[in-house]
């Protein structure tokens, strides 16, 4: 077999024919690019890579600029509940309906606009209550009403209030680029796990003859990057994202009315109450073992937490 030609074709199979290094047609034109006479390669002066030839103006290398060029759409309805203090109790809810588009990042750096896609901050659902209840106990309450001051100093001056949240979770970025088969990304909730937090065989695998990287192996990944080529693949999915925000907060609270305008008041209180991980993204480069695994083994938001209060009020 022509050697050459073996070589082209061991360049395509693994997806740098772009990369590999020719002889410059800028040596001895251009200051610091000297070459040997007669010789192919001869160091960095005297090659370049078949990507910077195809490039507007090769002989000149990378050219960085900044802009302030950039766009974002956001649209949303917003719904609020409020009932307030009335019979011992107070209750306000809020929802939020919203979308949120950018055109502020590059696929490629000699692409003309910014690509337009979900924001990282996009949030399409955000439910937040927050509430408080007096319990009818003691003094004016509708139990013990009538008791005295040292049974009303403990039936009496109870409370329970708490928030909770529902939110969307951000969109994952998928910074590497990958060979994109289409079609859905994003799993239901009853298929998507730690192991498989998004469908990774909705891309392409050229290593060990996998057609798609729906296996994983940690000492040889299965999925294909691509190298050297414009990039179509967007930065971000509406479908894809990290966990979603679950969060309640629960506390107790107690008065103690000592004299008029002295009071004594305990507070216990509960941060994420129900104890629900708020799990870091999954790994989004296709080059690796855990290619669309959440394998960090920190969570994003604090484990439950009780504290204890005390405040004397005059």
Same mark, same amino acid.
């Given at each position: ?102 055109? =502020? ?184 073992? =855990? ?24």
């Amino acid at each position: 077999m022509n050697t050459d030609n073996s070589r082209t074709l061991a360049q395509n199979t693994n997806n740098t024919n772009l990369s590999a290094a020719v002889r410059s047609p800028f040596c001895n034109t251009v200051t610091g690019t000297t070459c040997t006479s007669g010789a192919l390669f001869t160091g960095a002066g005297g090659t370049i890579s078949r990507r910077t030839l195809l490039t507007p103006f090769p002989e000149f290398g990378a050219i960085n600029t900044t802009n302030n060029d950039g766009e974002t759409w956001y649209q949303s309805a917003q719904f609020t509940l409020d009932k307030r203090f009335s019979k011992g109790y107070g209750i306000q809810l809020a929802y939020t309906f919203s979308k949120w588009l950018q055109a =502020t990042e590059y696929l490629n750096a000699g692409d003309e606009r910014p690509s337009k896609v979900r924001s990282d901050q996009d949030v399409p659902h955000r439910f937040s209550m927050s509430y408080f209840y007096e319990l009818p106990f003691g003094k004016g309450q509708h139990f013990g009403s009538g008791v005295n001051k040292w049974a009303n100093a403990v039936i009496g001056g109870w409370q329970i209030q708490g928030t909770y949240t529902y939110q969307s979770g951000f969109p994952i970025t998928f910074g590497n680029d990958a060979f994109y088969l289409g079609g859905k990304i994003g799993l239901e909730k009853g298929q998507q796990s730690l192991s498989k937090w998004f469908n990774t065989n909705a891309f392409v695998s050229i290593v060990g003859g996998n057609p798609t990287c729906g296996a994983f192996a940690t000492a040889n990944a299965n999925c294909a990057t691509p190298v050297d080529h414009l990039r179509t693949l967007p930065l971000r999915f509406g479908d894809v994202r990290i966990d979603a925000i679950n969060n309640m907060d629960v506390g107790l609270r107690k008065d103690i009315h000592l004299r008029e305008g002295m009071k004594l008041q305990f507070r216990m209180e509960f941060i994420n109450a129900l104890n629900h991980p708020l799990f870091p993204g999954p790994v989004v480069n296709p080059g690796s073992g =855990t290619f669309g695994q959440v394998s960090a083994s920190n969570q994003n938001n604090y484990a439950r937490r009780a504290q204890l209060m005390a405040k004397f009020i005059f």
